[in-house]
């Protein structure tokens, strides 16, 4: 890792992820350094985390978006990336993404997952992202094709959005915020991985998580109809 001041924060939301993030962190590109958020691990996420060079946040309360916003709040530098801590992504699809923002081609850049495998990608998250993300296109106008699974934008823009969902629904109230507060977001190709072995799906890998993850989703959507979230 690059021991100069970093441009861009890496927040990596991990729950139980112990097993994944030496790969996950094998090779941060040059300028990124990696905001590993631990909420309820217990197979020792965060001293593996610290100990390959990451800092690590403690999060108490339980979800994706909370880990998330968590993460955000302790950044430092300038530009924040979001990353999942599963190693279904990698760290090298960031820097085009981040030249993308700092170049002002657009306000936030997204990543459109691409899987590299076979069976990565299970036809329940796939079908539900489709229709929300073909949803949020006509709705935003934004050119996308997937729910921001990895994103990179400046920090304070971020933060400006007051993102209110602290569990599954968060990428979705981004993109609508994000679409209200007139932002640009280029989508860009990135891997998508199987997850490491040794770890277990929490959010869409089963039938039960895309559910629950449905659940979350509507209820932002019952608040964009409310006129909540503008
Ligand atoms: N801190 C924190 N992280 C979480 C929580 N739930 C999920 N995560 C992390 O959020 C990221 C996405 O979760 P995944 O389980 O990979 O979700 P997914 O990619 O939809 O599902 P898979 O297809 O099975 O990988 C991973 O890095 C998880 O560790 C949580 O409650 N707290
Ligand atoms: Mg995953």
Redesign the pocket.
Known sequence: MDNGPATCDIV??????AAALPLVLADVPDGFAVVV????STDGTADVARSLGARVVH?TR???G??VHAGVEAATAEYVAVV???D?MVLSDLPPMLAAVRDGHATMAVGRRRPVARGV??WH?RAGTLVLATWLRRSSGFGIHDLAPMRVCRRDDLLDLSIEDRRFGYPLELMVRASAAGWTVVERDIDYRP?AAGTT??????LR?TTR?IKDFGRVLRDVRAERVR
């Open positions: 990596i939301p991990c729950r139980d992820e958020v631990d909420n309820g999060e339980p979800g994706y909370a880990a999942d801590g599963d279904s990608w299970p998250a997850r799906s929490k959010v869409s890998g089963s998580g993850t």
